[in-house]
């Protein structure tokens, strides 16, 4: 596995004014204020989802809700009436199959969100915080290929950064970033450079360390934990997300009811004792009730060849 050179490619998110929401625009199944009867086809919902990914809307998200058979469209704070227009307009016909949910917040990735004055610390450790230049994020999972020690974070932190340390002050060197990749996806390899860093193949919740023997899909009702030295529990609401950033598009998440704060970008979920995934993008800071989108960790697993230590 040959080192991967870092390249920023995460641009700042510039909120936009916030335009309220006509009622019939959030209406489920409303293409112009009317209700939609029906249902839809596993084809027809394919070609709505694809509608929404073309008509391209920074700060949207969405899946098919298995429950109501449409397509849920989320939209952050900052996307206006006239874009959720758009979207539905770009559906065309089956605009109908469109559901359209409002979130709080702004949907970035973790490691955009911003501190607030009453937040004293992040609410998720995912095991230790690793450290880059002008950059914290957290370890997710620690992993082995071919008998060298890595571990898996978010992808777009290893994008930005190509040597991790222990500490914030970058006296303790972890090693490089070999992999990276986001947009599209959002995950990350870094390998383990310094041989007295112990890499357990555990994770922490709260005072105890859970001891990861493998890992698993996530399906929607599944409960899981967080990582960290504030352990909390979340279920998966829904899979097979596509969220759409200022700085790209990302695929195949899950979504949760779970809050985020600056520096969880990596942060590792698990169900028992199987590594679920790694926290990607937050719609607010835990000061609020935020939505969390995650990373599943079969598809790294996968795309690398690793196995979980």
Known sequence: ??????????????????????????????????????????????????????????????????????????????????EIRHIRRTAGELAGALEFERIPGELETAAELRETADETAP?????????????KASLGFNAVYNGQDYFITAGHCTNDVSRWYLDPSLTTYIGPTVASSYPGNDYGIVRYDNSTIPRPGTVRCGQ????????????????????????????????????????????????????????DSGAASFTGN???????????????????????????LTAYGLTLT
């Open 274 to 300: 199987l590594a679920l995934g790694l926290l990607s993008v937050g719609s607010a800071t835990c000061t609020t009730s935020g939505i969390t989108y995650w990373q599943p960790v079969n598809e790294v």
């Open 208 to 263: 105890n360390e859970i001891d990861i023997t493998g890992s698993v899909e996530p399906r929607v009702g599944m409960p899981f934990s967080i990582a960290g030295y504030n352990c909390r529990a979340a279920t998966v609401q829904a899979v097979n997300v596509t969220v759409n950033l200022a700085d790209g598009i990302i695929h195949g998440l899950f979504r949760s009811n779970a809050c985020a704060a600056p520096g």
């Open 123 to 135: 609410f998720v450790k995912g095991g230790e915080y690793i450290y880059g230049i002008d950059t």
């Open 1 to 82: 596995m040959g080192n991967l050179p870092a390249t920023r490619v995460r641009s700042t998110v510039i909120a936009g004014a916030l335009v309220a929401l006509a009622a019939a625009l959030l209406t489920p199944g409303s293409a112009n204020g009317q209700s939609t009867a029906g249902t839809f086809s596993t084809t027809e919902l394919k070609t709505a989802r694809e509608a929404v990914l073309e008509a391209d809307v920074t700060g949207t998200a969405w899946n098919v809700d298995p429950a109501t058979g449409r397509v849920l469209v989320s939209v952050d704070e900052t996307v206006s009436a006239r």
